[in-house]
C-alpha cells in the first residue's frame, strides 16, 4: 500500500470562532506545503483550549498519519469518533490503518463510511479500492481504483496501486502501461520502477 496522501478539508466549515478558523487554515496550509510538524503544533494549541474542536482533531489525526506516528493517529482518529461517527477523516485514517495491517474486512467497514461521508474523494477510493481488491472482491476493487483514477488521472500512486491489482490478474500489458504512465508524472518513483520491471518481466515469461 502506498504512502497516504492528505485528505483535503475539514469540519472547518462548523461554526467556530474566528480565531479557531484562522488557526485552522494556517494548519491545512502548513499541511499542503508539508510541514506537517508545524501543522500539528499549530491544531495541538487549539485543542489546549478547546479538547472538543473536532476540526483540530481531524487534523491532528491526518498530519500524525503523514508523519508515520500510527499509533498517535489512531488514538486522534478514535478521539474524533467519539466526537462525530461519521466524520469521514476518522474513517479514513482507521481504515488505512487497518490496511497497513492487512486487515481489508476492518479497513473496508472504515473506509466506506468515509466514501458515504466523503463521496468522490480519490484518495479514500484508492484505499477502498485497494482493500476491496485484498477482500477477495477483485472487479469491485479494480473498478473502484478505477473512479480514483478518473478523479485524479496524473496520480503516481494510484496508478501503482491499480497497475499491481492488474498484475496480480494477469493483465500484464495494463499493469505495464499504468506503470509507464506513473513513471512519466514521477520519473524517480521507485516503486513505479520495480514494478514495471516486474510486470515486464513477468509479460517476456508468460504471454504468448
Given at each position: 500500500m502506498s504512502t497516504p496522501k492528505n485528505?483535503?478539508?475539514t469540519s472547518a466549515g462548523m461554526p467556530y470562532p474566528r480565531k479557531v478558523l484562522t488557526r485552522l487554515a494556517e494548519s491545512e496550509e502548513c499541511k499542503i506545503s508539508g510541514n506537517y510538524v508545524k501543522a500539528v503544533e499549530i491544531v495541538e494549541g487549539i485543542l489546549l483550549e478547546d479538547?472538543?474542536?473536532?476540526?483540530?482533531?481531524e487534523e491532528l489525526a491526518d498530519n500524525f498519519l503523514s508523519l508515520d506516528?500510527?499509533?498517535?493517529?489512531?488514538?486522534a482518529a478514535d478521539f474524533a469518533l467519539k466526537l462525530d461517527e461519521k466524520s469521514y477523516i476518522a474513517n479514513y485514517v482507521k481504515?488505512?490503518?487497518e490496511l497497513s495491517k492487512g486487515r481489508w474486512g476492518q479497513a473496508g467497514e472504515f473506509l466506506k463510511v468515509a466514501n458515504q461521508s466523503q463521496p468522490n474523494n480519490p484518495e479514500i477510493l484508492r484505499c477502498l479500492g485497494w482493500g476491496t481488491f485484498h477482500a477477495g472482491k477483485r472487479i469491485e476493487?479494480?473498478?473502484?481504483?478505477?473512479?480514483?483514477?478518473?478523479?485524479?488521472?496524473?496520480d503516481p500512486m494510484i496508478l501503482c496501486d491499480l497497475g499491481v491489482c492488474q498484475l496480480h490478474c494477469n493483465s500484464?500489458?495494463?499493469a505495464v502501461t499504468l506503470f509507464e504512465k506513473a513513471l512519466e508524472i514521477a520519473?524517480?518513483?521507485?516503486?513505479?520502477?520495480?514494478c514495471l520491471?516486474?510486470?515486464q518481466d513477468f509479460q517476456r515469461k508468460f504471454s504468448v
Open positions: 485528505i483535503k478539508g479538547p472538543s474542536c473536532l476540526a483540530a482533531v506516528k500510527y499509533e498517535e493517529a489512531e488514538k481504515g488505512f490503518l476493487g479494480i473498478a473502484t481504483l478505477d473512479r480514483a483514477l478518473n478523479l485524479r488521472p496524473e500484464f500489458q495494463k520519473p524517480s518513483n521507485g516503486r513505479a520502477q520495480e520491471q516486474a510486470a
